[in-house]
């Protein structure tokens, strides 16, 4: 079969390639998916990279979420059939024309659910609805995040709407302000102009800002931080910018606020069933409903890995970049 797969750490663009690899064989407990799309996140170039919390063996397979079709079936299966379709967002290898994982691990896809929008349910909306859920925010309470126009920050955007939870959303252009209103999101403020901290704050109504996600890093991160109100909580959610922090000790000490980090796939492994299925729950009840959307921008081919590659890495990309073996 083949697989996208890297024989060193460094740049995606750079070191990504396709090769044939033997096709995995399910063991006890385990079926063999066929590919249909697999979808590419940031925390994958960063596994890529070498940067990310897991660091794989190399040569190393890549990419972990994906929507396909399961056509084998490991001894002791019988929660799962072959034809079923069905969703992962925690498989290492996904990029590949077929991938092994656990039967209690994948998720069936919905009914009526497009391939595109199965193929990114798990790890961005999933992410996002169990960062709302961990903050556990009363409607009318607000929230700030940067990054307003990137996949999580449309998604928290939305779901959080939904709870009648207010959001102001940072971006760094001003046209971002119009492509997000063009999506039906509001509130959202470029932090380019000198007195963006005042428009927050017209917006809020002077309300406090109990909690802010920061998605970028470095100062983008102190930025987030300085509108929160007192006893905020300024979340570490990721670090497109930057692996470091920039935080101004008065905001820190003044605001007697509390910093620390979210990362979905503990979230996600250390939640009970019953919560975690009340929340694909809602997922799903809210992308039926219109509430929640998941644009592509763009499917690429495994030979054009490279390209799709750095599409997913252009600014002011819309949608998430797929892969199609």
Not at 5 to 16: A, Q, R
Not at 311 to 323: D, E, I, P
């Amino acid at each position: 079969m083949r697989a996208v797969v890297h024989e060193t750490f460094g740049e995606p663009e750079d070191v990504l390639t396709v090769a044939e690899r033997p096709t995995p064989e399910p063991g006890p407990g385990q079926v063999r998916v066929r590919t249909l799309l697999a979808t590419i996140h940031n925390h994958d170039l960063w596994t890529v990279r070498g940067t990310y919390g897991f660091v794989p063996e190399l040569p190393a397979a890549s990419g972990t979420e994906a929507v396909g079709v399961v056509d084998a079936l490991g001894e002791g299966v019988d929660s799962l059939a072959v034809g079923d379709r069905v969703i992962t967002g925690g498989t290492f290898g996904a990029w590949a024309e077929h991938f092994v994982a656990d039967a209690s691990s994948l998720i069936p896809a919905p009914d009526g659910l497009p391939d595109e929008a199965a193929a990114q349910l798990v790890a961005m909306p999933f992410s996002a609805v169990s960062l709302l859920h961990d903050l556990d925010l009363e409607p009318g309470q607000w929230i700030v995040q940067n990054a307003a126009n990137g996949a999580v920050g449309r998604m928290v955007a939305q779901l959080a709407e939904a709870r009648g939870v207010h959001v102001v959303g940072l971006v760094r252009r001003a046209a971002a302000i119009d492509e997000l209103r063009e999506a039906g999101i509001e509130r959202i403020v470029a932090t380019e102009g000198d007195d963006w901290r005042e428009q927050v704050t017209a917006i809020t109504g002077g309300a406090p800002i109990v909690a802010g996600v920061d998605s970028v890093g470095g100062a983008s991160a102190g930025d987030v931080l300085s509108v929160l109100g007192e006893g905020g909580t300024l979340i570490a959610f990721g670090a497109m910018d930057s692996p470091v922090l920039e935080l101004r000790s008065g905001d820190l000490i003044f605001k007697q606020a509390t910093v620390r980090g979210f990362w979905g796939a503990v979230v996600s492994r250390t939640m009970d069933a019953a919560t975690r299925q009340a929340l694909f729950g809602e997922l799903a009840e809210r992308i039926g409903q219109g509430v929640l959307t998941l644009p592509v921008s763009g499917i690429h081919a495994f030979e054009d890995v490279r390209d799709a590659v750095r599409a997913s890495m252009t600014a002011g990309r819309v949608g998430k970049v797929l892969l199609r073996p």
